[in-house]
């Protein structure tokens, strides 16, 4: 029987929810070019479709943006962040930024050349959209067990550090301009990597000379996976564990939207390196805005820094990670398929296997998002060959190795009667798996097509 963990907080302000016909549902989705990008939140009942920004923040936080101080320059927010970074990562410098991309937007210049590659155990879609604006090439090498969904491994996340020296031999270390942790692996469904996976690629980047940087975004999930499941870690505190795994890079990006729970928000860190501190100001300030806000107001530093502590707390961590084992729990019961073990923030799916009559290029994943919106209002989105775009010089649409419905759940908002509900709907969409029918696409955009692209439905 699954277990729920019960939430360490009560409620105190409510945000109500509209609830639909399927009728209507039909309709919404037509108007949305069964894009659920598209739709308006007040036609969404349970809201899976990021865990990014989604997340309730706490009276503390609220409390302390009241105390923002919107200074110009060298805001009380800025030095505050400051601490808490040092605090908790150990890094000498930080960069707020607005959101993650915009770190990546910052930082990825300031280490790759065109032509470079850079490698990743997976990179996260708008890493990738950014590699390729430096007009350099992705390369993702996760270990190959991040492939079969149904297999417990506890690090799904890692690097295939073996397949990356050899990548690095082949190409030349000169070719490679920096190596990138994404923590959790958001790809390959929020699976996390464990220490000493971390540690092995740094000691390889290092042999090379190739910067390795974290891509931080659910730092938290990932310490509180290398506490619960890696040899070593148990007495660790979850800000000793991210200490250690920070001090093997040199730089970090986060989207400070999901393990800061805050609305909006991004950092880059740098460990030491002054020249690179500067190089990414000298971007900032034309990107962003001036260095000690970033492109936010200063009240947004005082939400991060208090949000960093928060997310990094012990028992908020085994309710959080707890909720989205619940959901697993019940869809196993259940006999759905989804990536296995749970990752941190949602429950992949795997509509390869749920939707096998429907090939790649009419996008399962997809498909299978938009029966879920259909059946119960729930909206979550593809994670597969729906999210790559065609090859910009062949124009070829390509194969994702994995077609998953993510379902991401948002933090501290949903309660156990939700998440049981949203269980319901996916066991009642697989009963009429075979009925389902997959999609095309009648417009779509250059780069990050799926928030954009118009599709319609095949006959
Ligand atoms: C969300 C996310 C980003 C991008 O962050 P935004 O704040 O959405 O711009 C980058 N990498 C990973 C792993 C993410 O989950």
């Not at 029987?1 to 919404?28: D, G, H, N």
């Not at 010089?393 to 998440?419: D, K, N, W």
Request: glycine content about 8%; aromatic content about 10%.
């Amino acid at each position: 029987m699954a277990k729920y963990v019960p939430e360490p907080f009560k409620i105190k302000m409510v945000e109500p929810l509209t609830l639909t016909t399927r009728a209507e549902r039909e309709c919404y989705l037509k108007d949305a070019n069964y894009n659920l990008f598209a739709l308006r939140s007040d036609q969404v009942y349970i809201d899976m479709l990021s865990d990014s920004g989604t997340g309730a923040m706490s009276d503390s936080q609220w409390a302390s943006m009241f105390k923002g101080d919107e200074s110009y320059a060298g805001s009380r927010g800025y030095y505050r962040l400051m601490d808490a970074v040092k605090d908790i990562f150990g890094y000498r410098y930080v960069q707020p930024v607005h959101q993650g991309r915009a770190a990546e937007k910052v930082l990825l210049p300031c280490l790759l050349k065109e032509g470079q590659y850079s490698i990743a155990n997976m990179h996260f879609d708008t890493t990738r959209g950014h590699v390729g604006l430096c007009k350099a090439i992705v390369k993702d090498l996760v270990v190959p067990e991040a492939h079969d969904t149904d297999k417990y491994a506890p690090f799904k996340g890692n690097m295939d550090v073996h397949a990356m020296k050899a990548f690095i031999e082949q190409v030349g270390a000169d070719k490679v301009g920096v190596i990138i942790m994404t923590i959790t692996n958001n790809t390959a469904g929020g699976q996390p990597v464990s220490m000493e996976n971390i540690r092995e690629t740094a000691k390889v980047a290092r042999e090379y000379g190739i910067p390795m940087i974290i891509d931080a975004a659910r730092f938290a999930e990932n310490a509180y996976f290398i506490k619960t499941r890696e040899p070593g870690y148990a007495d660790k505190s979850i800000i000793e564990i991210t200490r250690e795994a920070f001090s093997y890079a040199s730089a970090f990006t986060m989207s400070a939207k999901k393990d800061a729970i805050v609305n909006m928000g991004g950092l880059i860190g740098i460990k030491d390196d002054e020249r690179l501190f500067d190089a990414v100001k000298a971007l900032t300030v034309p990107y962003e805005g001036f260095v000690t806000y970033g492109g936010l107001a200063g009240r947004d530093l005082e939400a991060i820094a208090v949000g960093l502590y928060e997310g990094t707390d012990f028992d908020y961590l085994r309710y959080r990670i707890g909720q989205v084992e619940y959901l697993g729990e019940l869809l196993r019961e259940a006999g759905v398929p989804f990536q296995y073990p749970v990752g941190g923030h949602a429950v992949f799916v795997d509509a390869k296997r749920v939707l096998p009559h429907i090939p790649y290029y009419q996008f399962p994943g997809q498909a299978l998002a938009l029966e879920l919106y259909l059946e119960a209002g729930i909206r979550g989105c593809d994670v597969g060959s729906y999210m790559l775009d065609p090859d910009p010089v062949t124009g070829e649409q390509p194969e994702s190795e994995m077609e998953f419905t993510r379902l991401c759940l948002p933090r501290r908002v949903y309660t156990q009667a939700h998440i049981d509900l949203v269980a319901q709907a996916i066991v009642n969409v697989q009963k009429r798996a075979k009925q389902v029918k997959g999609y095309e696409i009648v417009w779509q955009p250059k780069v990050l097509r799926h928030f954009t692209a118009k599709l319609r439905p095949l006959a």
